[in-house]
């Protein structure tokens, strides 16, 4: 089983914008989305 330092719950801006900062930061990261793509509707 994978393991994350962050798991973020939504692709929408501001879940697209934690993930990457998160990543900035060195940590590792999954989000989940349920729609095909990032950055909301």
């Not at 801006?13 to 993930?19: D, L, M, S, T, V």
């Not at 900062?21 to 060195?26: E, K, T, Y």
Request: proline content about 2%; overall charge neutral.
């Amino acid at each position: 089983m994978a393991q994350y330092d962050v798991v973020i719950i939504g692709g929408g801006p501001a879940g697209y914008n934690g993930a990457i900062r998160a990543g900035q930061l060195g940590l590792s990261v999954a989000v989940v989305e349920k729609r095909e793509t990032l950055g909301g509707t």
